[in-house]
């Protein structure tokens, strides 16, 4: 969503002007891991008296008349190094391609919020318009009803809550908010005392096709792209589990971290058409939500090696085979349906012995995952900073197969 304004002298021939567009473009793609359909830029021609600048230089810099002035406006969390590489990126590419001293490409980037853009319409398309899960002043867990600008849904049953992923229109794919939305729904059915099992599932034809890459670029880089904040609890449960059972449905494509936070469930139903997939290793990312833990414990490292170093994608009766489900219903309606009876079957037994089930289950796993829990933000975040994701995610939006360099 980056708005570009390039301030270039009148007299510079056009193809100049063509070369600084496409240099900041393709450091915003490459550097700054942009979409490739953001492209806005705007660009004045100026007379000599228009462009003005200190005569004696700036910070040991001297300028000349063929100065460019570029600025970046783009939603803020990009890390320091990132902007660094992107400075240098342009600057080299303007001095190597349109022969402009590197002195005189001039960049600043302001950043903003995602509330602060309209693309049209006169509506603001990246608003936090829906309303955050919470307790209500009686402690209970608020519905949310399913709307277009719910991503998270919150639908109470009696003793049992369905918590849906509402993003059908980007295949479910969860962006940092839909992520913190889930991780306060959590929050909230585990701290209600009227609750005793919840129901996770997707609207829509597909589960969740998993991470929202883009959107969560800025976070990954900080090496903490999944940290909770106060009233939430993490839905990869890396440190701390849900003290009641969750109950996953899943159908239709339910890939990467859509398929982790699937394997965070006590129990798993799906339907026919699931289409199961752990292929970030073909993208040059790697599984940051507990795959290489919970894949691997679920149905043994050959099973989990076989799809994960792979990137293959398998099915109901596959994954019924490995043990990653234990019911398979022949459409999303009776999956749905089979979750919120055994949703209900667990709602009727005592919820004291539920507790002390789930809590002695845990002694014996987690502690000897703790330390591999432990590495997953680093190593999430290192590799969104490597030459092969960039390469991954070029690839991906040119319709082609990648070259990996292991850089």
Do not use: C
Not at 173 to 201: E, G, I, M, T, W
């Amino acid at each position: 969503m980056p708005v570009v304004r390039i301030d270039i002298n009148k007299d510079a021939p056009a193809e100049r002007v063509r070369v600084v567009s496409q240099a900041v473009y393709a450091a915003m793609i490459e550097i700054a891991n942009v979409p490739i359909s953001d492209k806005f830029q705007v660009v004045t021609r100026h007379s000599a008296d228009e462009i003005i600048y200190p005569d004696e230089g700036y910070l040991g810099i001297q300028y000349s008349p063929d100065l460019i002035i570029i600025q970046v406006t783009w939603v803020g969390g990009r890390t320091t190094d990132v902007k660094k590489q992107f400075y240098q990126r342009i600057a080299d590419e303007i001095h190597a391609k349109a022969g402009i001293r590197k002195e005189d490409v001039w960049i600043n980037l302001v950043d903003d919020g995602r509330e602060d853009w309209s693309f049209g319409k006169g509506e603001m398309q990246y608003a936090p318009k829906t309303a955050v899960p919470s307790l209500n002043d009686k402690g209970r867990m608020a519905d949310i009803p399913l709307s277009p600008q719910a991503k998270i849904t919150v639908e109470r049953r009696g003793e049992i809550v369905l918590i849906g992923v509402n993003r059908p229109q980007i295949y479910n794919r969860f962006d940092p908010d839909a992520f913190f939305r889930l991780a306060k729904a959590y929050y909230d059915f585990d701290n209600d005392p009227s609750l005793r099992a919840a129901v996770f599932f997707g609207h829509g034809e597909n589960f969740s096709r998993g991470i929202d890459v883009d959107a969560f670029v800025p976070l990954a880089k900080t090496g903490k792209p999944f940290a909770m904040k106060e009233g939430m609890l993490d839905p990869f449960a890396r440190s701390q589990q849900l003290s009641k059972p969750l109950i996953a449905v899943v159908h239709g494509d339910t890939w990467n971290m859509a398929h982790e936070l699937h394997l965070v469930a006590d129990i798993r139903v799906a339907s026919a058409d699931v289409r199961f997939g752990q292929d970030e290793n073909t993208h040059g990312r790697f599984p940051g939500g507990g795959a290489t833990i919970r894949f691997l414990r679920e149905t043994g490292w050959g099973n989990a090696m076989r799809y994960m170093l792979t990137g293959d994608h398998w099915g109901a009766e596959e994954a019924y085979r490995m043990g990653v489900i234990q019911e398979i219903a022949p459409n999303p309606a009776k999956a749905l349906e089979a979750g919120i009876g055994l949703a209900r079957k667990i709602a009727a037994s005592g919820p004291l012995g539920i507790k002390t089930t789930l809590e002695s289950a845990h002694l014996s796993i987690d502690e000897s995952e703790a330390a591999a829990f432990g590495k997953l933000n680093e190593q999430f975040g290192g590799l969104f900073r490597t030459e092969d994701f960039i390469e991954g995610r070029k690839a991906e939006a040119e319709g082609r197969q990648p070259v990996y360099r292991g850089k």
